[in-house]
């Protein structure tokens, strides 16, 4: 009788949590004879077949014994093919093949040559093992740059069943990979220049309010006035990602399968773009099994765009308030509840009526009253109140379209955003998340201030929400200022980014 423990790793939400793998080896039955308990899912059931024909095709044989799998803690689900390197490790610890691992931590995929492919996760995994004192970490090669992140374990890439087995005897033969330098400026080459954007002054100028304060925005306009243009070009006024920053980006696109084979960090703040007809699923997370994260949380510390927001269904537009105001997202499991971040800034693109030209000074609205408020009633209340940021975006025009006035580039409005970020850095959070306790003693109006915030209140019926929105648009246009002091003129134009809803939806 041979029992033999190795170490793995399963992944739920962006955390990974220790399994233990106990591999017992007992005369008796036949090679057909391989049982795996733990709460193993079919992926993790099914390799049995991988791992007898990677075994065998590698050069070392299977016993002619039965063979008990425990993935432990039995009370977690584990699924995904992930396991199938441990679990034959332990196979091979078994039978005598490879001695103690208890200072390694392994997870990879077999081929039925004993080629290791790649999993999701491997970065959560990495830092469960450095959380655990577990000094290596033995992974598949496309995943070693991703895992090689984690400071404190060493990680190995492998290729092949046979050079674990190579290392696990002969440690000293190999090196671990080398770990990725600290996240610098991204290159933003493919990022297009807002230098190419013709007109639209006040909409670029409300994007560079909403860059710098990380707030939402809804672009109202006709088609073709350049909604879209204007949001494939705000990721390059965003400040580069953090370090840390870029450690959880990167999980939540390993964990969702996204991260390209050799990529060790994202290195660009995400931008999702998701088609009207998504599910609830695919925009907040779910699925069947384990919830994977949607794109809420693909487009965490990016944006995430919705054009045409009133072809969403309304029931997928509602899920949007939680991750907006929490800045993450439950999803509940008759098994589980995992909770992903969804930490985004929301761009939405919209044209005023299904035709497009209502209120368009130079074309017919050919829509009635009646379907105008249907197709607007599809955003409620309550989202709107979450999106700071209410800008019209009006056909340009042809003088504007033709002028040779060289328009303020991305490099520019990224050096003002970086200075109104680098004041909200020293307070501790960006305007757009300022804690209610802090709000007034950050906000403080004078008496003109005052005045033109009461009478907004009054003449528009803000909410309550929508009030504390427009201290927090006028604490970021103060910041661009340079002012210490919330004034007057800083609040009108925080005030007239939520006047634009109120002659549409009224």
Known sequence: MALFRTRSAAVFGIEAHLIDVEVDMYPGGNARDFITVGMPDTAVRESRERIKSALLNSGFGYPNKSVTINLAPANIRKEGAGF???????????????????????????????????????????????????????????????????EGVNVFGMRHLAEVVQYLNQPDQFRPASRAAPVSIADDSNIPDFREVRGQISAKRALEVAAAGGHNVLMIGPPGSGKT??????????P???????????????????????????????????HHTISDAGLIGGGSGTPRPGEVSLAHNGVLFLDELPEFARNVLEMLRQPLEESSVMIARSNMSLSFPSDFILLGAMNPCPCGFFSDPTRECRCTGAIIQRYLSKISGPLLDRIDLHVEVPAVPYKELRGKDQAAGSSEMRQRVEAARAIQHQRGFYNARIPSPQLRKLCALDEAGERT????????????RAHDRILKVARTIADLDAREQVLAKHLAEAVQYRSLDRSYWS
């Open 84 to 150: 199938d390197l441990p679990m034959a490790l332990g196979i091979l610890g078994a039978m005598g093949t490879v001695g103690a691992s208890d200072q390694h931590m392994l997870v990879g995929e077999l081929s039925l040559d004993g080629t290791l492919r790649p999993v999701r996760g491997v970065l959560s995994i990495a830092v469960c093992a450095r959380n655990q004192g577990i000094a290596n970490l033995l992974v598949p090669a496309d995943n070693a740059a991703e895992a090689a992140v984690t």
């Open 229 to 238: 243009m204007l949001a494939k070009r705000f990721p390059g006024i965003l």
């Open 240 to 274: 580069p990602l953090t370090f840390q920053e870029a450690i959880q980006t990167t999980q939540i696109h390993s964990v969702a399968g996204l991260l390209p084979r050799g990529v060790g960090l994202v290195a660009q703040r995400p931008f999702r773009a998701p």
């Open 453 to 464: 915030l009461e009478m907004a209140v009054r003449r528009m019926g803000l909410s309550a």
